[in-house]
């Protein structure tokens, strides 16, 4: 048997981190060619024969260059939410992501930050660090280097509308997040047999109208 709690309307706190980054990048790229080879083979009679085939083969051409570009990096202020939930979460509109303000706790409750701003800075430029990298990526087929610098960095503390669901099914406990947004649902789903899989699929299915019902009406 499974049960559904009424679920809570929350506002996380994220921290937002926006940063330029110039980068200095070496690599690869390949250029293919075409080359006739000797062959041998044995044909229907028992004989070998010789004969000539095309094969392709591959060349790489060393390419270093500049890049530039400004990213946004989220990390969740809330010692309650894992990064990959927040990730799984993702994106929220900008009309969605706001700073602190009474009116928030119409409907909602808001979670006060768990982690600072100077404790989540290390991981918002490292994750910063891997956009800039990425994109240094698409410029060439292998990336062997890039050295990035980081500038103008800013942060701010917003918070995000997330509705959060108990669920508990044959005695385990499981938590399902939704985007307050988008309705994106996110968390873990119980393993189970045939008829029962039916079953948790049919509550699931009621969650996400329900949630659907409550963005729009809200």
Known sequence: ??????????????????????????GEISQTHTRQVPRTR?????????????????TWHPRRGTHTGRHRAWIPGSTGL????????????EEAMMTYSPDLLVGFSAEEP???????QVDGEQRIREMERAACAREVERLTRADI???NIASALCY????????????????VLVNGHTGEIVGDRPVSKAREGIAVGIGVAIVVLLIVLIIIFR
């Open 82 to 93: 894992t990064h990959r939930e927040a990730d799984d979460l993702m994106p929220f509109p």
């Open 114 to 120: 768990g982690i600072d701003e100077k404790g989540a």
């Open 160 to 175: 995000l509308p997330i509705w959060i669901y108990g669920y508990d099914y044959q005695h385990q406990h499981y938590r």
């Open 1 to 26: 048997r499974s049960a559904l709690n009424r679920g809570q309307g929350s506002y996380i706190p994220f921290w937002r981190f926006d940063a330029d980054a110039y980068s200095e990048w070496e």
């Open 149 to 151: 610098t980081l500038s």
């Open 42 to 58: 044995t044909n229907a009679e028992g004989k070998t024969e010789h004969y000539t085939a095309t094969e392709t083969y591959q």
